[in-house]
Each structure stands twice: as C-alpha cells, then as structure tokens.
C-alpha cells in the first residue's frame, strides 16, 4: 500500500540525497522511491526576476484590502500577479501579514512565493521593534522597507531593522494624511499609494482608474488617500510632528493591544455605575 508520507522526511518525487532519509524510512520504502522518476520541473530553480512584497500590519488596518487593491490594478495593467494572506489569532489588532508576487520574467507564470521579498510594507511602526515578527529578516539585498510612521525617521527605520546601506528606505506618515483627509483611523489607501512610489511596476495613473470604481466612500476623499501617498512617501530625513488626537480615548483603545491589561481594566472600570447614583 502507499506509505504514511508525513514520516519521511523529504517526498520522493522530489529525493535527490538518500543520505538524508533515515535507514528505518529508507528500508520499509526504498523500492517506493526507486521507482519514483526525477522529475525536471520539480528541480528548477524558481525565476528570481519575479517581484515579492509583504505587507505587515494589525488586523483592522487593512492591510490585505490595499494588497488586494494592488494585486487588482497589477492584473488590469495585464501583469500576472497574485496575494495570499496569512492569518494569526484572528482577532482586532494582532499582526498580520500578506504577500503579493507579481511576475516580471516572461515564459512560465510560477504561482510559488520564493519567501525573500524586493518590497515590505509596515502599516504599524510598533512592529519594528517586534523581535517576534522581524519584518525585514527575509528582505532580498538591494531591496525596500516602506513604514507608515509619524516618529521615526528613515535613518531610525535603518537602525531598529539592522538594515544595510543598500537597502532602500521610504517613511509616508499615513495616519497623518488619512486624519487630515477626514478619513479616522483608515490608512491603508495612504499606503496603497504609497506602494506604487516604492513599486512602480504598475503605473499611478492607470490605476487610479481602476480604484475610481473599487474605494469606498467617501471616493474622493480616498482617491486623495492615495495620491498623497504616492506623493509623501520619502526617503527624506524628515520628522513629523504628530497632533494630538480629537478623542484621546477613542485612540487609545484603537491603539490597545491585549498584553495592556490595565487599560482593559480601566475601561470596564469606566461603565461601572456607582449604587445610589
């Protein structure tokens, strides 16, 4: 009968070195796996003209909604490309990161990420200092780190990644611009704009076209989103001063992670009513 593949260490249409089988496993299924062919297309190395970008961000963010975006004015510029999101714990502000290949090589239209990216895009600055994620731990040589940021510039963006002088990096304060837009907390057409300065494989202004009928309301106000985007996304040594917020409270929480017990307490301390009141 056909062997328990998930006990042996590497599958047999792709063995190349029975050295690295165990000899129990090579024993009980080496007949298997000398009747196996090498097959060629399992071997070849994938093209590495293609384009990888991840985006990091909190669930809530959207993150994948700009990725999707992206990924839809790609195929109408008749790129061949494709997102595939990655979900945690899925709940309200945990981190979560999507990846968009977008192949730039002609013959063959490999749909396999390489996992080393040209492009990473961090829509919350906490997650640089995250040691957990390390966003920038898979990033090709040469390539680009783009961060919505109000406070770090990119010389700090540099040194909190432990990033080299070859790579590329662009700081676009999004939440910024989306408050002034009067769009609150959402950002992330800041930053789809901001992904065509870093990536211009698909051009601004054919895709605009395209999100003219994708936005949501208000359509003008996100349309502006992201021609700013496109437009602040520097690699200026330029620091912001970030306003302060018009409901502080209504930031805060926005802003709340779950390890931040005390401000969890607090709040349902705040809906308590004292008897007698």
């Known amino acids: 009968r056909e062997p328990y593949w998930l006990e042996i260490e590497e599958d047999p249409i792709l063995l190349t070195d029975r050295n690295k089988v165990k000899p129990r496993l090579w024993r009980r299924y080496r007949e298997v796996w000398e ?3 090498v097959l060629p297309q399992y071997h070849t190395p994938l093209p590495a003209t293609n384009y990888e970008i991840r985006l990091y961000g909190r669930a809530g963010q ?9 990924t839809g004015a790609g195929i109408e510029n008749g790129l061949w490309v494709l997102t595939k999101p990655t979900f945690g714990s899925e709940r309200r502000g945990a981190v979560v990161h999507c990846d968009t290949l977008v192949q730039t090589g002609g ?11 040209d492009l990473v895009c961090i829509y919350d600055d906490t997650i640089l200092q995250s040691p957990q994620h390390a966003p920038a731990r898979t990033l090709k040589a040469g390539g680009t780190v783009l961060v919505n940021s109000s406070r770090y510039t990119p010389r700090r963006v540099r040194e909190l990644l432990h990033l080299p002088a070859e790579t590329t990096v662009l700081v676009v304060p999004a939440s910024r611009i989306a408050r002034e837009l009067q769009l609150g907390p959402y950002f992330n ?10 990536c211009p494989l698909v051009d601004l202004e054919t895709a605009l076209e395209f999100y003219r009928a ?9 349309l502006e ?12 040594e330029v620091s912001f001063e970030e306003p302060a917020a018009a409901n502080e409270l209504a930031e805060e929480f926005f802003h ?3 390890e931040e017990e005390p401000f969890e307490l607090a709040m349902l301390r705040s809906l308590e009513t004292p008897r007698g009141s």
Request: glycine content about 8%; cysteine-free; overall charge positive.
């Open 256 to 258: 709340w992670r779950p």
């Open 214 to 222: 994708q936005v949501p309301p208000p359509r003008e106000a996100n």
């Open 62 to 70: 959207g993150a994948i909604t700009s990725a999707v975006f992206y």
């Open 107 to 117: 013959g063959e239209r490999p749909r396999t990420f390489t996992g080393w990216q």
């Open 189 to 198: 057409m800041v930053m789809l704009g901001a992904m065509h300065r870093a």
């Open 35 to 37: 009747a196996q062919p």
């Open 225 to 236: 989103a992201i021609r700013r985007g496109y437009a602040e996304a520097s690699e200026r």
